[in-house]
C-alpha cells in the first residue's frame, strides 16, 4: 500500500505528469484576445504585435511578404509564381540550380536570355555564408574570414563593373557593401552606397544598402528620419530598424527634415511603434497626415488588442491585464480595476467611433474586425453584428473568424441565448486560432446568464486533447484558492470549486437526456469522473444520504481502477486512529473500503449511534470521529473529499473548507463519545483525540498561541491522566479498551 506524502501531490483531475516541476500561467499566457494581428500585417511587424513579451512573435518572411521576391518575379515579367522565385533564391543549393530541368523560376530565366542572373545566384550562393559575424566553431582569427570577404568584395565589384544590367550591377555591389559591413569596414560601406545606391529605391536591395549604410550615420537626427522611412516600406529589416531608432531625440527635429505629409506620418509611427498607453490621438494624426499609411492598419488593430486586455480579460478569464503603460502595485491592482474598466470601455467608444464614422479610408478587413470586438467591449453585440453582415474578407481565416466571432456576438445579443439557437458544432469540430478562447467566451456568456448546464457542455471542450503546457486557463476571480493554484485549466475543476452539488447534478442531468452528440461527448465520455465528483460534493455539504446514492450509480470497477488512484491513496482504515496516526500505515489497516464503501459504513455508523447507548454508543461515535478525522487532511481517507491535497493548500473555496482543515466534525463527535461512556479512561481519551485534532488545526485559528481547550480541559477534569496521555506513546491501547 502506497502512501501520500504531504509536501507536494499529483494533481489528479490535471492528469499530468510534471516534468520539470509545475507550470504558472504568466505573462503572454493570460492575455486574453480573439483578434489576431497576424491578419492585416504586410510582413514584418509580427515583433512588434501588442504582447506581454518583448518580441510578440519571430518575423519570418515569406513569398507573399518579400519584396526581393517581387523584385526577381519582374526580370520574367511576372509569367513565374512568387513560390518558385521564392524556393530558388532561399530553398537551393548551388548544385540544385546547375541541375535543375523543372524548375519554373530556373527554366524562366533561361527562356529570357538572363543566364547572367543565374550566374548570379551561384555566386551569390557560393559567399552566402560569410554573410554573417561569424562565430568559427574552429576557433580560426575574425581575420581568416575577412581575407574571405575581402576576395569576395573583390570578385563582386568586378563583375558588378563588367555587367551593363543596371539591375545586375547594383546586385552585386549589394553583396560587396554587405561583405564589407560584416567585417565592420565603415568606409568601404558609406563608399559603396555612395556609388552604387544613393538616390535609388526602387529594388529592394536598394534600401538594404541603405540599411546598412545607416549604421555609420552619426547624426542621430539624420538617422532617425531615413528609418523611419526605411521602415514604412522594408518589412524584413523592421527589427533592426528599430534597434537602430534613438527615441531620446526629440519628435520635432526629426519632423523637421519632413518634407511630405507622409514622411511626418511615418515618423510619428516610430515614436509610437511600442506604445502601451492609449494612443489614439496618434492614430488619427497619422491618419490625417496619411490615410492610407502602410502602419495604420497595425495601429488600428494593437488598439484594439489592448482593449480586449484592459476589459475583456479581467471580465470573462479574471486575469488582471498583463500589460499597462505604467506599473500598478499588486496591492491596490484589484481595488482600482473596475475603475480602470470603466475608464477604458469609454475610451473604447471613442476608438470605436472614430473607426465607425471617420476613418472612411480605413482597410475594410481591419474597419469591421476592429468594431465587431469593440463592440464587445463596449457591450454594444449589435453593432458588431451589423458591420460583420455586409463585409466580405478578404482572406480565408478572417471568413472563418467572421463566422466563429459572430457567434459569440449572437449570444452577446440574446437576452435569453441557448446553443441550439447557434451553429455551435461548427464551432466546436473546427480548429482555428484562439479557439479555446472563443469557447470560453460563449460558455462565461451562458454562466453568467443562468445557463450553467451548457456552460458546462462547452467548458468541457476547452483544451480538449490538448497539452498542458501553453493552454488556455482563466483565474480564480474571488481571491481563494482551488488546487492551490488560482487559475483553472479545464470545466470540471471550476465547476467543481465554483458550484453546488445540487447545481452541478441538475446540469448534468440536463445534458445526460440530450443524449450523445459533438456537444455532450466530451462530458458524457467523462460520466463516471462526473458522478464521483457530485457525490464528493454532496458529502463536503453534509448530504451523505445524497452522496451515496450518487456513488451507487457507478461500477464497483470504477472505485479499483486509475482513474483518481484510489486503489494506492484510498486503502486504510479510515475508522482507526491513534495519538500520531496520520497519512502513514498503521496497526488498525487490516481493512480498506471503496470511497462508497467508506460513504455507507460512516451512515451505518451513525445510524447506530441513535440506537445505541452507554459505552456501545461512545465507541461507534469515536469511531466516527476517526473517520471524519481522516476524511481532513491530516488523515488516511482525505481523497474522500478532495482529488489533490498540500499542506500548503488550505483557502480553499470548498463548502467543507473549515472542517478540512479544522477538524470541526471530528471534534464534535470526539466530545459526543466523552459523553455517552462512563469509563473515565474514555472520557480523557476523547479529550486527548478532540486535542490532538485542535493542535494539528492550530494555525488556522484566530487564537493560534492559546492554549488547547481540549488539552486544558484535559488537564482540569483528568489530571492523573494527562501526562501519560500526552507523552506515553504506549498509552492508547490501554485507555481504548477501557471500554471492553
Same mark, same amino acid.
Given at each position: 500500500?502506497? /502512501?501520500?506524502?504531504?509536501?507536494?501531490?499529483?494533481?489528479?483531475?490535471?492528469?499530468?505528469?510534471?516534468?520539470?516541476?509545475?507550470?504558472?500561467?504568466?505573462?503572454?499566457?493570460?492575455?486574453?484576445?480573439?483578434?489576431?494581428?497576424?491578419?492585416?500585417?504586410?510582413?514584418? !511587424?509580427?515583433?512588434?504585435?501588442?504582447?506581454?513579451?518583448?518580441?510578440?512573435?519571430?518575423?519570418?518572411?515569406?513569398?507573399?511578404?518579400?519584396?526581393?521576391?517581387?523584385?526577381?518575379?519582374?526580370?520574367?515579367?511576372?509569367?513565374?509564381?512568387?513560390?518558385?522565385?521564392?524556393?530558388?533564391?532561399?530553398?537551393?543549393?548551388?548544385?540544385?540550380?546547375?541541375?535543375?530541368?523543372?524548375?519554373?523560376?530556373?527554366?524562366?530565366?533561361?527562356?529570357?536570355?538572363?543566364?547572367?542572373?543565374?550566374? &548570379?545566384?551561384?555566386?551569390?550562393?557560393?559567399?552566402?555564408?560569410?554573410?554573417?559575424?561569424?562565430?568559427?566553431?574552429?576557433?580560426?582569427?575574425?581575420?581568416?574570414?575577412?581575407?574571405?570577404?575581402?576576395?569576395?568584395?573583390?570578385?563582386?565589384?568586378?563583375?558588378?563593373?563588367?555587367?551593363?544590367?543596371?539591375? +545586375?550591377? #547594383?546586385?552585386?555591389?549589394?553583396?560587396?557593401? #554587405?561583405?564589407?559591413?560584416?567585417?565592420?569596414?565603415?568606409?568601404?560601406?558609406?563608399?559603396?552606397?555612395?556609388?552604387?545606391?544613393?538616390?535609388?529605391?526602387?529594388?529592394?536591395?536598394?534600401?538594404?544598402?541603405?540599411?546598412?549604410?545607416?549604421?555609420?550615420?552619426?547624426?542621430?537626427?539624420?538617422?532617425?528620419?531615413?528609418?523611419?522611412?526605411?521602415?514604412? *516600406?522594408?518589412?524584413?529589416?523592421?527589427?533592426?530598424?528599430?534597434?537602430?531608432?534613438?527615441?531620446?531625440? @526629440?519628435?520635432?527635429?526629426?519632423?523637421?527634415?519632413?518634407?511630405?505629409?507622409?514622411?511626418?506620418?511615418?515618423?510619428?509611427?516610430?515614436?509610437?511603434?511600442?506604445?502601451?498607453?492609449?494612443?489614439?490621438?496618434?492614430?488619427?494624426?497619422?491618419?490625417?497626415?496619411?490615410?492610407?499609411?502602410?502602419?495604420?492598419?497595425?495601429?488600428?488593430?494593437?488598439?484594439?488588442?489592448?482593449?480586449?486586455?484592459?476589459?475583456?480579460?479581467?471580465?470573462?478569464?479574471?486575469?488582471?491585464?498583463?500589460? #499597462?503603460?505604467?506599473?500598478?502595485?499588486?496591492?491596490?491592482?484589484?481595488?482600482?480595476?473596475?475603475?480602470?474598466?470603466?475608464?477604458?470601455?469609454?475610451?473604447?467608444?471613442? +476608438?470605436?467611433?472614430?473607426?465607425?464614422?471617420?476613418?472612411?479610408?480605413?482597410?475594410?478587413?481591419?474597419?469591421?474586425?476592429?468594431?465587431?470586438?469593440?463592440?464587445?467591449?463596449?457591450?454594444?453585440?449589435?453593432?458588431?453584428?451589423?458591420?460583420?453582415?455586409?463585409?466580405?474578407?478578404?482572406?480565408?481565416?478572417?471568413?472563418?473568424?467572421?463566422?466563429?466571432?459572430?457567434?459569440?456576438?449572437?449570444?452577446?445579443?440574446?437576452?435569453?441565448?441557448?446553443?441550439?439557437?447557434?451553429?455551435?458544432?461548427?464551432?466546436?469540430?473546427?480548429?482555428?486560432?484562439?479557439?479555446?478562447?472563443?469557447?470560453?467566451?460563449?460558455?462565461?456568456?451562458?454562466?453568467?446568464?443562468?445557463?450553467?448546464?451548457?456552460?458546462?457542455?462547452?467548458?468541457?471542450?476547452?483544451?480538449?486533447?490538448?497539452?498542458?503546457?501553453?493552454?488556455?486557463?482563466?483565474?480564480?476571480?474571488?481571491?481563494?484558492?482551488?488546487?492551490?493554484?488560482?487559475? /483553472?485549466?479545464?470545466?470540471?475543476?471550476?465547476?467543481?470549486?465554483?458550484?453546488?452539488?445540487?447545481?452541478?447534478?441538475?446540469?448534468?442531468?440536463?445534458?445526460?437526456?440530450?443524449?450523445?452528440?459533438?456537444?455532450?461527448? @466530451?462530458? +458524457?465520455?467523462?460520466?463516471?469522473?462526473?458522478?464521483?465528483?457530485?457525490?464528493?460534493?454532496?458529502?463536503?455539504?453534509?448530504? !451523505?444520504?445524497?452522496?451515496?446514492?450518487?456513488?451507487?450509480?457507478?461500477?464497483?470497477? &470504477?472505485?479499483?481502477?486509475?482513474?483518481?488512484?484510489?486503489?494506492?491513496?484510498?486503502?486504510?482504515?479510515?475508522?482507526?486512529?491513534?495519538? &500520531?496516526?496520520?497519512?502513514?500505515?498503521?496497526?488498525?489497516?487490516?481493512? *480498506?473500503?471503496?470511497?462508497?464503501?467508506?460513504?455507507?459504513?460512516?451512515?451505518?455508523?451513525?445510524?447506530?449511534?441513535?440506537? !445505541?447507548?452507554?459505552?456501545?454508543?461512545?465507541?461507534?461515535?469515536?469511531?466516527?470521529?476517526?473517520?471524519?478525522?481522516?476524511?481532513?487532511?491530516?488523515?488516511?481517507?482525505?481523497?474522500?473529499?478532495?482529488?489533490?491535497?498540500?499542506?500548503?493548500?488550505?483557502?480553499?473555496?470548498?463548502?467543507?473548507?473549515?472542517?478540512?482543515?479544522?477538524?470541526?466534525?471530528?471534534?464534535?463527535? /470526539?466530545?459526543?463519545?466523552?459523553?455517552?461512556?462512563? *469509563?473515565?479512561?474514555?472520557?480523557? +481519551?476523547?479529550? #486527548?483525540?478532540?486535542?490532538?485534532?485542535?493542535?494539528?488545526?492550530?494555525?488556522?485559528?484566530?487564537?493560534? /498561541?492559546?492554549?488547547?481547550?481540549?488539552?486544558?480541559?484535559?488537564?482540569?477534569?483528568?489530571?492523573?491522566?494527562?501526562?501519560?496521555?500526552?507523552?506515553?506513546?504506549?498509552?492508547?491501547?490501554?485507555?481504548?479498551?477501557?471500554?471492553?
Amino acid at each position: 500500500m502506497k /502512501y501520500w506524502i504531504a509536501s507536494f501531490l499529483f494533481l489528479t483531475s490535471f492528469s499530468i505528469s510534471f516534468a520539470c516541476g509545475p507550470w504558472y500561467p504568466y505573462g503572454e499566457e493570460t492575455r486574453f484576445s480573439l483578434l489576431y494581428p497576424g491578419w492585416f500585417d504586410n510582413g514584418g !511587424l509580427s515583433e512588434f504585435y501588442y504582447s506581454a513579451d518583448y518580441i510578440a512573435e519571430v518575423y519570418e518572411f515569406s513569398a507573399e511578404n518579400d519584396k526581393n521576391v517581387l523584385d526577381w518575379c519582374e526580370t520574367t515579367d511576372n509569367n513565374v509564381s512568387k513560390e518558385s522565385v521564392f524556393h530558388v533564391l532561399y530553398g537551393m543549393s548551388i548544385k540544385e540550380i546547375h541541375e535543375a530541368k523543372n524548375e519554373p523560376f530556373i527554366n524562366a530565366l533561361k527562356y529570357n536570355g538572363k543566364e547572367a542572373y543565374i550566374d &548570379y545566384l551561384v555566386f551569390a550562393k557560393t559567399y552566402s555564408h560569410l554573410n554573417d559575424v561569424t562565430n568559427d566553431y574552429w576557433e580560426r582569427d575574425e581575420t581568416y574570414h575577412d581575407s574571405l570577404r575581402n576576395v569576395a568584395v573583390e570578385l563582386a565589384i568586378q563583375k558588378a563593373e563588367s555587367t551593363t544590367d543596371e539591375i +545586375l550591377k #547594383r546586385r552585386y555591389a549589394f553583396l560587396a557593401l #554587405r561583405f564589407q559591413f560584416y567585417s565592420g569596414n565603415e568606409a568601404e560601406v558609406v563608399e559603396l552606397y555612395q556609388h552604387y545606391f544613393y538616390g535609388k529605391s526602387e529594388l529592394a536591395i536598394d534600401r538594404w544598402a541603405e540599411y546598412h549604410r545607416l549604421h555609420y550615420e552619426n547624426n542621430s537626427v539624420e538617422r532617425n528620419f531615413r528609418v523611419a522611412q526605411l521602415f514604412a *516600406s522594408v518589412h524584413s529589416k523592421r527589427r533592426g530598424l528599430w534597434n537602430l531608432f534613438n527615441k531620446n531625440v @526629440p519628435k520635432s527635429q526629426i519632423l523637421e527634415l519632413a518634407k511630405t505629409n507622409q514622411e511626418k506620418a511615418n515618423i510619428h509611427a516610430m515614436y509610437m511603434l511600442r506604445e502601451r498607453g492609449k494612443s489614439l490621438e496618434n492614430i488619427k494624426t497619422i491618419y490625417q497626415l496619411d490615410p492610407k499609411n502602410e502602419l495604420l492598419p497595425f495601429f488600428v488593430i494593437r488598439e484594439v488588442n489592448k482593449l480586449e486586455n484592459w476589459v475583456l480579460g479581467p471580465e470573462i478569464t479574471a486575469y488582471e491585464p498583463v500589460i #499597462r503603460s505604467h506599473e500598478v502595485n499588486e496591492e491596490i491592482a484589484s481595488g482600482i480595476m473596475k475603475e480602470r474598466i470603466v475608464e477604458d470601455r469609454l475610451y473604447a467608444k471613442k +476608438l470605436l467611433n472614430w473607426i465607425t464614422n471617420d476613418a472612411m479610408e480605413l482597410n475594410a478587413d481591419v474597419k469591421s474586425a476592429s468594431i465587431a470586438i469593440l463592440s464587445l467591449v463596449v457591450n454594444q453585440p449589435k453593432i458588431g453584428l451589423e458591420h460583420l453582415e455586409s463585409q466580405t474578407f478578404s482572406s480565408p481565416e478572417l471568413s472563418n473568424w467572421k463566422k466563429n466571432i459572430s457567434i459569440l456576438l449572437n449570444v452577446k445579443n440574446s437576452k435569453n441565448p441557448k446553443l441550439e439557437d447557434f451553429e455551435i458544432d461548427t464551432l466546436l469540430i473546427t480548429d482555428y486560432r484562439f479557439k479555446n478562447a472563443l469557447i470560453f467566451a460563449i460558455g462565461r456568456t451562458l454562466e453568467f446568464s443562468g445557463n450553467i448546464t451548457e456552460s458546462m457542455l462547452l467548458f468541457s471542450h476547452i483544451n480538449h486533447n490538448n497539452k498542458y503546457y501553453n493552454s488556455f486557463t482563466w483565474s480564480e476571480s474571488n481571491g481563494l484558492a482551488a488546487y492551490n493554484v488560482d487559475f /483553472y485549466y479545464d470545466g470540471f475543476d471550476y465547476f467543481d470549486a465554483n458550484y453546488s452539488a445540487a447545481e452541478i447534478e441538475k446540469g448534468w442531468n440536463k445534458i445526460e437526456k440530450q443524449g450523445n452528440s459533438f456537444l455532450t461527448e @466530451p462530458i +458524457l465520455n467523462d460520466k463516471l469522473n462526473w458522478l464521483d465528483l457530485i457525490g464528493t460534493k454532496y458529502l463536503r455539504e453534509e448530504n !451523505l444520504k445524497k452522496s451515496i446514492a450518487i456513488w451507487e450509480e457507478i461500477p464497483v470497477e &470504477y472505485w479499483s481502477s486509475e482513474a483518481r488512484n484510489y486503489d494506492d491513496y484510498l486503502q486504510a482504515n479510515p475508522f482507526y486512529a491513534d495519538f &500520531y496516526s496520520s497519512h502513514e500505515k498503521t496497526k488498525g489497516d487490516t481493512i *480498506s473500503y471503496t470511497k462508497l464503501e467508506i460513504a455507507q459504513e460512516l451512515q451505518k455508523r451513525i445510524k447506530q449511534s441513535k440506537k !445505541l447507548k452507554g459505552n456501545a454508543r461512545a465507541k461507534v461515535l469515536f469511531e466516527i470521529a476517526n473517520c471524519y478525522y481522516n476524511m481532513t487532511q491530516y488523515g488516511n481517507s482525505w481523497m474522500m473529499k478532495r482529488y489533490y491535497w498540500s499542506i500548503h493548500n488550505y483557502n480553499t473555496i470548498y463548502a467543507d473548507n473549515v472542517d478540512f482543515n479544522t477538524c470541526v466534525n471530528a471534534k464534535k463527535y /470526539y466530545m459526543l463519545a466523552k459523553q455517552a461512556t462512563q *469509563s473515565s479512561d474514555f472520557q480523557a +481519551l476523547c479529550l #486527548r483525540m478532540a486535542g490532538k485534532c485542535e493542535s494539528l488545526s492550530a494555525r488556522f485559528n484566530k487564537n493560534y /498561541y492559546e492554549n488547547n481547550k481540549y488539552y486544558n480541559q484535559l488537564k482540569k477534569e483528568f489530571p492523573n491522566d494527562q501526562e501519560e496521555l500526552l507523552t506515553n506513546c504506549f498509552s492508547f491501547e490501554r485507555y481504548w479498551e477501557s471500554l471492553k
